[in-house]
Each structure stands twice: as structure tokens, then as C-alpha cells.
């Protein structure tokens, strides 16, 4: 008997179960409610066997349609004109807008939830005037924050302190970054004002007055050497005088060639910034640097939001550049080379290892006293064998290179029993000479190069 009571239990369980499934979903699921008085997020996500991902997907997926549900106004000439420049759609703009709005969402309330064997729904919903009224206040304090960061700027500029002017102006942007798409409404000095469009006018004007000069230009520097002139940049307010401007952050990059410089630097209370180049790598005759203010440096580098990226992109970003006149490192060749008791008179070696260092950027000198690297070579050459008419003679080198500045010997190496054949004991000395000047070539050269870092 209790086995059957058991069994009869077991029957009304499974009727129930499928009677549970079976139960018909409710009109909102398959009918999207209209309400004049809420916006309405209905939310879907699969199921999946073993897993409850479905009701953070289901809840995720109401909240983002109940997000779109909310209208993105994007109003006003300058915010439509910082879209043009900075090349992103409006649609797009809307779109990272919406991403906003979704964050920030509260105050909604979950209708009912349903669910089959197969699927789960949300229905979410947010009272119109409750999200208005919450969203209103949001954009309250947000306008008083900025206007009070704007005001400050503005006395600042007129009391020529462009420094901390722009600074203030750049973060009195930052609190209605979010609502940058609203018509935002202020009081400025006894004046109802578009506060979004103030700031901005103001930073571009501002901005449209800094101009970046070199003290140097057209720098005279070697290839793989520190340059010894500083690299030297004013930045000046440019009104009916010129006004020096302190505490600018400006970065420096190479925009033609490569080399090791300080590229962040700041300008003294004289607006003088002060860079160094301590290497060059690059081996083209003419590169340029790029010199601009860092405006990134003045903004609070946590923000991520997209509308803010873009609205700086958009500014008139005061820059210029400077000249480097780039050479090799000067080599200065001393070369005594004797074949069989005898000067020669058109040299074998020194002209072949000239040509080898011009391939890699050298420059050569006839100087000693400008030279950077002093390169001697002794060569000798005395006679081999006789055999069927065929001469061999072979010659003793010994090489080696000075760096000028240090006296520091950076090569030597000795090349013995370096033979040439020819028809006379002349002619292979001269044999000799040119494949000596192969073996120096292909071993000195890259060692210098590494050596003296060309």
C-alpha cells in the first residue's frame, strides 16, 4: 500500500510539472507593452543545462532595451561641429551615449519574469517622470561643478595665467562630459548661457592664441651621438604682446628619423622647455621633430569615455618641429702601404675600406682635429714562390682605430700571410693588397660599427 501511495504521488508530481510548462506565457513576452507613464525593457536569454547564466543574460538584456527606450538628444552647433572634426557618426556618438545611460540606470522595477523549458524573460520598467526628475538633478550639479571649474578658469585668463586657465578649462569639461548632447543651460555673470558651448569656445580660442617656437633649429648632429646643443622650445601667449607661459607639458617625437630623446618635458617659469637627444639612430641626412603641447597630460587620464577622447581631438593642439642636420661620424684614414721595399703609389687598401664605411653612414675627414675615429693601417708586403711563370707574394697588415674623444683603441687586428698571385712578384704584392683590404672590411667594419654604436 505504500509503495502505491508513493507512486500515485510520483503521477501527481510529473502532471504538475507539465502543466507548469505547459502554461501558456503571458501576453508581454510575445506582445511588447506600450505605457505612456514607464520605459519598458523586456529581456530574453536561452537556457542552458547545468548553468543559471540565463537570468544575469535574460536581466542584462532588459536593461539595454529599456536603455533605448530613453531618447539621445544631440543638440547644439559646436557639439555637431566637434563630431565633424573628430570624424566619429552621430549614430555612433548616440550609440556610447546609450552605454551611459544604461550604467547608470536605478530606480526601475522588475514587472515579472517567466520562463518555459527552454527560454527565461525579464520585464523590467523605469517611472518616465521618476528617471527625469533623478536625471534632471544629475545634470544640476553636473552644470554647478563645471561653472564653478569655468569661472575660475576665466578669471585666471584675465589675469594672463594661461597655464592654470587651460587647465581649468579642460576639467570644467570633464563633469558634463555625459551630457555633453544636452542643451546645458547656465548663468554666467548675470547671462543665461549654453555652458557646453562656452567651455568649448573657450578652450579653442585659448588654445588658438599658444604658439610653440624653437630657440634651436636646424641642429647640427651625428649619427649615433648624443646631441650636444639642448633641444629648446617657448611656449607664448600670443595677444598684442608676447606672454611666456609656465608649466606647459609638451611631448617630442621623432616625425622623420629615430633616435633616444627625452620626449616629455615641461616649460619653465620663463615658458622655456628644455629636451635632449642622447643618440641618434637613424641614419637620413635630414629628420624632424615634432614638438606639441600634451594636452592629454592636463585631463584626468582615468577617463575612458568616448565622448571625451573625441571632444580633445578636436581642439587646435598648438605644435611645431625642428630641423636635425644629421651626418656620419668622421673618420680620419692614415695609411702606409709598401709593397716589396716600395711606397705605392695608388693605394690598395685605404681606398676600399673608405668605401665600405660611406656604405654604413660614415663621413671622412682630412682633418685629424675634427675627426671622431682615427683609423691607421700598416701594410707590408714580401715575396713568396716562383712556379711556372706565376708569382706569389704575400703581405703582413696590422690595423687599428682610435675613438678621438676618449683615446680609447676600439679595434686592432693583425692580418699575416695574405697571399696574391700574379706575373710578376709586383703585380701579386698588388693582388695581396686588394684581398688584405676584403678581410679588414669584412671584420673591422661591423666591429666599429658595434664598437662606436654607428
Known amino acids: 500500500m ?4 508513493q507512486i500515485l504521488l510520483l503521477v501527481c508530481l510529473f502532471f504538475q510539472i507539465n502543466l507548469l510548462h505547459a502554461k501558456k506565457a503571458p501576453d508581454w513576452v510575445t506582445n511588447r507593452p506600450i505605457d505612456n507613464e514607464f520605459y519598458i525593457g523586456i529581456g530574453h536569454a536561452s537556457k542552458i543545462k547545468g548553468s543559471n547564466d540565463h537570468i544575469e543574460k535574460a536581466t542584462s538584456d532588459a536593461l539595454k532595451n529599456l536603455a533605448s527606450e530613453i531618447t539621445v538628444n544631440i543638440a547644439g552647433e559646436v557639439v555637431s561641429s566637434m563630431i565633424e572634426k573628430s570624424g566619429i557618426l552621430e549614430e555612433e556618438l548616440k550609440s556610447k551615449i546609450r552605454s551611459t545611460t544604461e550604467a547608470e540606470l536605478e530606480d526601475y522595477e522588475l514587472v515579472e519574469q517567466w520562463q518555459d523549458k527552454k527560454d527565461y524573460w525579464m520585464y523590467y520598467r523605469l517611472s518616465k517622470i521618476k528617471y527625469k526628475l533623478a536625471r534632471d538633478e544629475k545634470i544640476e550639479k553636473a552644470i554647478s561643478l563645471a561653472l564653478d571649474q569655468f569661472s575660475k578658469a576665466k578669471k585666471y585668463e584675465q589675469n594672463k595665467e594661461y597655464d592654470k586657465a587651460l587647465l581649468l578649462f579642460l576639467q570644467s569639461l570633464k563633469p558634463i562630459e555625459k551630457y555633453i548632447g544636452e542643451t546645458l543651460k547656465a548663468n554666467y555673470l548675470g547671462q543665461s548661457v549654453y555652458l557646453n558651448n562656452e567651455i568649448y569656445l573657450s578652450i579653442q580660442n585659448l588654445l588658438s592664441n599658444i604658439e610653440l617656437k624653437p630657440i634651436t633649429n636646424n641642429i647640427e648632429a651625428k649619427r649615433n651621438k648624443s646631441v650636444k646643443q639642448p633641444i629648446k622650445i617657448k611656449a607664448i601667449y600670443f595677444d598684442s604682446e608676447e606672454i611666456p607661459i609656465p608649466n606647459l607639458p609638451i611631448i617630442l617625437s621623432f616625425k622623420r628619423g629615430e633616435g633616444d630623446l627625452i620626449n616629455s618635458v615641461n616649460t619653465n617659469m620663463n615658458g622655456i622647455a628644455s629636451s635632449k637627444i642622447s643618440k641618434i639612430t637613424s641614419s637620413e641626412k635630414m629628420q624632424i621633430l615634432s614638438v606639441e603641447l600634451d594636452i592629454s597630460k592636463l585631463i584626468n ?24 642636420n644629421v651626418s656620419g661620424l668622421l673618420i680620419f684614414v692614415e695609411s702606409e702601404e709598401i709593397n716589396l721595399g716600395k711606397e705605392l703609389d695608388v693605394l690598395q687598401i685605404e681606398p676600399k675600406i673608405k668605401e665600405s664605411f660611406s656604405a654604413k653612414g660614415f663621413s671622412f675627414t682630412d682633418e685629424m682635429s675634427k675627426a671622431d675615429i682615427y683609423v691607421t693601417i700598416k701594410a707590408r708586403s714580401r715575396e713568396g714562390s716562383e712556379m711556372y711563370g706565376m708569382y706569389s707574394t704575400f703581405v703582413d697588415c696590422t690595423v687599428s682605430a682610435l675613438e678621438m674623444n676618449s683615446g680609447e683603441e676600439i679595434y686592432k687586428n693583425v692580418f699575416n700571410n695574405i697571399s696574391g698571385q700574379g706575373l710578376s712578384a709586383e703585380k701579386a704584392g698588388i693582388k695581396a693588397f686588394g684581398n688584405v683590404a676584403g678581410k679588414i672590411s669584412e671584420n673591422m667594419v661591423p666591429k666599429i660599427i658595434q664598437t662606436a654604436g654607428q
Open 2 to 5: 505504500k509503495r502505491f501511495f
Open 301 to 324: 587620464q582615468d577617463s575612458t569615455l568616448f565622448v571625451y577622447q573625441n571632444i580633445l581631438k578636436t581642439f587646435p593642439i598648438p605644435s611645431t618641429k625642428i630641423i636635425l
